[in-house]
């Protein structure tokens, strides 16, 4: 059974997430074991002006299907659209976004497939795939082997590249929803409540400034100024949101968000092992902490022991003055 | 309400920067690792109590929490530990741990809910260990349930849940009509989190995280059922899907440098490592 079927994703705007573009990359890097080319599926409620701007991937074809009950996404009504198109592929593949998560193993499990989800690398073995996923909180890394006919993944964003139009134009093919199962007919989505921030999302910013329980109840009074410096996104320490200073979907760890940004900047994070855990695999860790014995140092390419509540301030004074206008 | 929570047992993951890996990177060596519950898992037991209680008196049982692992004897403190937490009966499926995945998992369970037919199934979203983050959604697909995961806050409501669910940039909330299965996320157990139709919202306000147990009722679990059953009688026929093939630790980060002041801090992210 050749080939890979990409599943894109749609933002609120109608848009295609740019997280797809990882998933495209996955599918092309594991084409030689598949059979050379790949299909992209949009889903959606208005999913034609979706699969418009992605038809300049190399893709064999951009399969859309449209439906007003694929409006709000729901796993219960994607999945066996998707399970159905994904039966004539070798391999279906999505970005691991809480999407991507909720949604692949449903698909899998439909198809009866092995799922391996989060990968931060995809080999081609001679007609094998060879898939590395974190594991242990990342600290330890698995290859990992899938036997049955048809495997199912999610790519970790920040491990791939995202893919760059290749010119051409793939031929854009309707396609019917599948009926769904009962489980459809039991679940309602409610609302989606975005979190009000002008900085970008945690998972997908090129910069984050995270910060610690040592802010107090001055966390967003101080990394706000620096975030909107650096352009950065905000995440915080366990510790700092359970203390109340940052919301819940601020954190960064094992049991938060996982990011790996080209600049993570922790500001007054000690660095227990937890969130460690989160953000390791960012390209450059600066840390400032008046505890020059902070674990954060160990891992840190620049460290500055310094009190935040001066550092912070000054270093985005510094930035505006060496950079202006941004 | 009856509600079923699947537990794993997993090497202490306050402590998981410890595991070894072996030379020949064939397996994962957590010796010396203390054997805990897998947190998202306690925290979908916590859950579970608050849906089966009024929270005033805990001890007042208003419904069923069952709590099932697959693996060897061993774990059968895994589930003791929750029936001193206040689950009321305990299953194990004998298993050896490093002969599961989580399709094979998701399709023990399946044959489990259908004997035990729950009207809730509560599990943490992933375990800590493989991070496979599959068994629930595969469980929900093979019930043909609907399914809530990554859930943060649960309200109870006559004959569905509302759950609001930690997504990528907000909270997404879903209503789910019963028999449903649901994931949880680690605000599940804030003080406000979960709420059952016995438990009055404006008044009651649980205490932050999960519940310990006291220890007249660990004494108590030794008496609650546990019962045993074989990964052959519920999932027949199911071979192993997924290979780990060889585990490696993740490249080492190493101390860079101490900069003197913001000043010079600036001109290295600039300079050297050319990121602004």
Redesign the interface.
């Known amino acids: 059974m050749p080939h890979a079927l990409v599943v894109a994703e749609i933002a609120d705007d109608g848009k295609v997430k740019k997280a797809t573009l990882a998933a495209i990359s996955f599918a092309k890097k594991a084409l030689p074991a598949v059979g050379g080319s790949f299909s992209i599926l949009v889903l959606g409620g208005a999913a034609k002006a979706a699969a418009a701007e992605l038809t300049g991937f190399g893709a064999d074809k951009v399969l859309v299907c449209e439906d007003a009950s694929l409006a709000k996404y ?3 009504h994607y ?1 066996p659209t998707i399970a159905e198109a994904g039966k004539s592929f070798a391999l279906i593949v999505a970005t691991a ?3 991507g ?6 698909v ?3 198809l ?7 990968c931060a690398d995809v080999t081609v073995e001679g007609t094998s795939l ?1 898939y590395k ?16 006919p048809i495997h199912v993944a999610t790519a970790r964003q920040s491990e791939f590249d995202a893919a760059t139009p290749s010119g051409g134009s793939s031929p854009v093919e309707a396609l019917a929803k599948a009926a769904p ?4 007919a ?10 009000k921030s002008e900085r970008p ?4 910013a090129r ?1 984050v400034v995270s910060g610690g329980r040592a802010l107090k109840d001055q966390f967003f009074q101080v990394l706000e100024p620096l975030a909107k410096a ?1 352009g950065a996104a905000i995440g915080a320490s366990r510790a700092a949101v ?1 203390a109340g200073y940052a919301p ?2 601020y ?1 960064v760890g ?3 968000k996982i990011v790996a940004p ?2 993570y900047v922790a500001v007054g994070i000690s660095g227990a ?2 969130h460690i ?1 989160g953000m ?2 960012s ?4 840390a400032i902490n008046k505890d ?1 014995e902070a674990p954060i ?10 009190d935040l509540f001066q ?1 912070v301030p ?2 985005t004074a ?2 505006a003055k ?2 202006p206008a941004g | 309400m009856k509600v079923l929570v699947p537990l794993k047992r997993v090497a202490d993951p306050d402590n998981a920067n410890r595991i070894k890996i072996a030379a020949s990177g064939a397996a994962v060596d957590t010796t010396g690792l203390e054997w805990k519950t897998n947190p998202f898992d306690e925290y979908a037991l916590e859950a579970a109590l608050r849906l089966t209680e009024n929270g005033k008196a805990p001890k007042q049982r208003l419904g069923e929490v069952v709590v099932a692992t697959l693996g060897p004897k061993e774990c059968e403190q895994t589930l003791r530990s929750a029936l001193a937490t206040g689950a009321d009966r305990a299953i194990r499926v004998e298993a050896t741990d490093d002969a599961l995945d989580g399709r094979l998992v998701a399709h023990a369970l399946k044959s489990l809910v259908l004997a035990e037919k729950p009207d809730l199934v509560l599990l943490g979203k992933q375990a800590v260990d493989g991070d496979s983050n599959q068994v629930g959604q595969r469980l929900a697909e093979l019930l043909d349930w609907p399914m809530a995961t990554f859930a943060a806050t649960i309200r109870e409501e006559q004959g569905a849940l509302l759950v609001g669910r930690e997504v990528d940039g907000g909270v997404l909330t879903l209503r789910v009509k019963l028999p449903a299965v649901v994931t949880v996320d680690l605000r599940i157990v804030a003080p406000t989190s979960v709420y059952s139709l016995h438990t009055d919202q404006s008044a009651h306000k649980y205490g932050d995280g999960v519940r310990f147990a006291p220890l007249p009722a660990i004494m108590a679990a030794k008496k609650k059922p546990l019962d045993t059953k074989t990964l052959a009688e519920l999932a027949p026929g199911v071979a192993l899907s997924t290979k780990t093939l060889k585990f490696e630790k993740p490249a080492a980060r190493s101390a860079g440098v101490r900069v003197k002041d913001v000043s010079e801090l600036v001109d290295k992210l600039m300079n050297v490592a050319k990121v602004l």
């Open positions: 729901t796993a219960e999945a976004t809480s999407q998560k909720d949604l692949m193993p449903r899998a499990a439909r009866d497939a092995a799922y391996a989800g989060d060879r996923r974190p594991m242990y909180a990342g600290n330890a890394f698995g290859t990992v082997e899938l036997t049955t199962g009962g489980g459809a039991r679940v309602e989505f409610v609302s989606l409540e975005a979190v999302e945690l998972t997908e910069v650096l359970d819940g979907d954190q094992q049991t938060g080209e600049l092992i937890q855990a390791k695999s390209k450059v860790i600066v020059g140092f160990q891992i840190a390419d620049f460290g500055l022991v310094a550092a000054a270093l510094e930035l060496r950079r």
